[in-house]
């Protein structure tokens, strides 16, 4: 199971932490990756990180704004983003991937878990 929370709404220029709380698996085995739908588009990789190594990936969209970490203790992932802009709109969505790799791409063609998502508004 994930739980996200974190949401809400913020200023451009703003700053969210989001969080995903996992339950009913071990961490350690899967890629965990945040992905985020803008109304009337598709859903859009975000961020992932590698259960193997550590590794993260980000799409080139939040580059140098978002930051993603892991806390295995706590069955909790983040996504820090700061410098929000307007186009960081949507519900953001956490998704764990068996075995634990990350498409370089930051894509998600097969997910084995969802969270429900949480909504991240940017406006002024």
């Known amino acids: 199971q994930l739980v996200e929370s974190g949401g809400g709404l913020v200023q451009p220029g703003g700053s969210l932490r989001l969080s995903c709380a996992t339950s009913?698996?071990?961490?350690?085995?899967?890629?965990i990756g945040w992905v985020r739908q803008a109304p009337g588009k598709e859903r859009e990789g975000v961020s992932c990180?590698?259960?193997?190594?550590?590794?993260?990936y980000y799409a080139d969209s939040v580059k140098g704004r978002f930051t993603m970490s892991r806390d295995n203790a706590k069955n909790t992932v983040y996504l820090q983003m700061n410098s929000l802009r307007p186009e960081d709109t949507g519900v953001y969505y956490c998704?764990?991937?068996?075995?634990?790799?990350?498409?370089?791409?930051?894509?998600?063609?097969?997910?084995?878990?969802w969270g429900q998502g949480t909504q991240v508004t940017v406006s002024s």
């Open positions: 009913g698996f071990t961490l350690d085995d899967y890629a």
């Open positions: 998704a764990a991937v068996f075995p634990g790799y990350c498409s370089a791409y930051v894509t998600f063609p097969v997910v084995d878990y």
């Open positions: 990180i590698s259960s193997y190594d550590g590794r993260l």
